[in-house]
């Protein structure tokens, strides 16, 4: 998909294998400008920053990617990214409270308009 900048907003789940919740960064990082890694309340069994520090892992030989966040919160990551966007970009979020976070981007863009 053609843009002049690609991000995306991701977190993973706590209680996937390390080398799979690596692999999901490893491929976004060959394909995205900026990434926002976000840890939310439901770690499933990990620690605080666990899950986040694995995702960072998987970016570690990313070709594309240039930035790196990391922030506590799905709804706090998606405003971030929201708020970065620029025309002709493209914005992937990957949510995990589905309802609420539709919700919010709807909202969002609704304030924008």
Do not use: W
Not at 22 to 38: K, N, S, W
Request: proline share 2%; charged share 30%.
């Amino acid at each position: 998909m053609p843009a002049v900048r690609r991000s995306v907003v991701i977190s993973g789940a706590g209680d996937r294998r390390d080398d799979d919740i690596r692999q999901q960064t490893e491929i976004l990082g060959d394909a995205f400008d900026d990434v926002i890694l976000y840890q939310d309340a439901c770690q499933r069994g990990r620690q605080d920053g666990e899950v986040i520090g694995l995702l960072r892992e998987g970016l570690a030989n990313a070709r594309r990617t240039k930035q790196i966040d990391a922030i506590t919160g799905e709804f706090i990551a998606i405003d971030t990214a929201l708020a970065r966007l620029q025309p002709g970009d493209l914005c992937l979020i990957l949510i995990d409270q589905e309802d609420e976070a539709l919700a919010h981007i709807a909202k969002r863009i609704a304030e924008a308009n």
